[in-house]
């Protein structure tokens, strides 16, 4: 065991500086854009507020549709214009193969915490930036878990994930009418974020009467 935690821990400073090497050569643009996109993020992030525990527990427990709602209309809108944005030449992406058993056991893992701690990778730095120290501490064991993975990635996590299936991507299987089929999955996905119905757990109204030390907003 000291012996693979040594090589693990040697290796380390290559696949971090590996890490920013990627990202520097992936061309995302300038960093006033970049900015730019993280301040409009954020924005809708709070205009929305799922930011909130209450929207991500609500969502969990199916008694606030608010994350859906805005997690489809998100996905139907995107998917169209990030398609065709890619088919200009104006953006790129970087397609992840599809690896079921991993996916599986990290997609249960991930919702199982994201219920418990009311938040998501996209909502916990803005309520960061809101002074939340309950998901700094959780963003920090975010990071401990992201570097044991890393560690043990070889030795132990990348048996546990399975075999891969490709980097698969619904436009490819229907070959020939690929735009049509991103038009259409874009346009059903964003007409169901539309029908889901609009269902808070707490809206303003309820907060409104109730005592300081029991709203849910100020604590």
Not at 53 to 70: N, S, Y
Not at 81 to 89: D, P, T
């Amino acid at each position: 065991m000291d012996i693979i935690v040594k090589t693990a821990g040697d290796d380390l400073p290559s696949r971090v500086a590996q890490m920013f090497e990627n990202v520097i050569h992936q061309g995302h643009g300038s960093l006033v854009l970049v900015f730019l996109i993280g301040i409009m993020f954020g924005g809708i992030i709070q205009y929305t507020r799922v930011d909130k525990f209450e929207k991500i527990a609500g969502f969990a427990m199916l008694k606030d549709t608010i994350v859906p709602k805005m997690l489809f209309l998100t996905v139907g809108l995107a998917s169209i214009g990030l398609y065709f944005m890619v088919e200009a030449g104006w953006a790129h992406y970087h397609i992840k193969p599809v690896i079921w058993q991993g996916l599986i056991i990290g997609g249960t893992l991930f919702g199982i915490s994201m219920a418990i701690f009311g938040k998501c990778p996209g909502t916990g730095p803005v309520s960061i930036a809101e002074g939340r120290i309950d998901v700094l501490i959780g963003a920090i064991g975010g990071l401990f878990g992201g570097l044991v993975f890393t560690l043990y990635y070889n030795d132990f996590f990348k048996g546990l994930m399975g075999a891969s299936a490709g980097k698969l991507t619904l436009p490819h299987f229907f070959p020939g009418h690929e735009h049509l089929v991103v038009l259409i999955f874009g346009i059903v996905v964003t007409i169901i974020a539309i029908l889901i119905p609009k269902v808070e757990m707490f809206d303003e109204a309820d907060l409104s009467k109730l005592p300081d030390d029991m709203r849910p907003d100020r604590q």
